[in-house]
């Protein structure tokens, strides 16, 4: 599996690229019914999927990672180098979103991005991770606790006020 950077090209997102995101943010409806992030989670259009990009873009220090297998798209992760809204001295890059083809649940994909961003982080001599993990979410929360995360304190999300549970994960040098 590879992580690729998206990259827009003079200010836009690929198209064919685009498409096959919002294909595999379709494929993921229950994940977006919980957070309300889209009005229909049962149709989500390629317009709709690039202005959440863009949003997420939009940070000084996000990166939109796509994962590929045998050159097929099976997630997406959305980082930040830091959290804008960190209190002082939480340096800690932040996953904001990793999403895994719901075709491909199970299948070790999303224990594998995860492992890959760690690394890369890891590689820039970073000490740790967070993730904000909505509360309606246990999947989820069982998910990132699995992993090594462990919940450091309760807030509300940034976009949309959602009650959350922060994790965090020490990242031990290689």
């Known amino acids: 599996m590879i992580l690729q950077p998206l990259v827009p090209v003079d200010g836009a997102l690929p198209g064919p690229v685009l498409t096959e995101i919002a294909a595999l943010y379709s494929t993921n409806h229950a994940f977006f019914e919980l957070g309300g992030d889209f009005p229909d989670p049962n149709r989500i259009t390629v317009e709709q999927v690039a202005a959440s990009l863009a ?23 959305a980082t930040l180098d830091r959290n804008p809204a960190a209190a ?24 594998a991005v995860a492992t890959l961003v760690e ?7 970073r000490t740790g991770v967070q993730i904000a ?3 309606n979410n246990p999947k989820g929360l069982a ?3 699995s992993q090594g995360y462990s919940p450091v304190r309760r807030a509300k999300d940034r976009e949309l006020g959602r009650d959350c549970t922060v994790l965090r994960k020490p990242l031990d040098a290689a």
């Open 55 to 77: 949003d997420e873009l939009a940070h000084d220090s996000a990166e939109i990672l796509l994962a590929r297998s045998a050159g097929r798209l099976v997630g997406l992760a």
């Open 88 to 111: 002082p001295g939480d340096d800690d890059p932040w996953i904001g979103l990793l999403l895994i083809d719901a075709t491909a649940h199970r299948e070790g994909y999303g224990r």
């Open 119 to 125: 690394d890369r982080f890891r590689a820039a001599g």
């Open 133 to 135: 993990v909505l509360d």
């Open 143 to 145: 998910f990132w606790q």
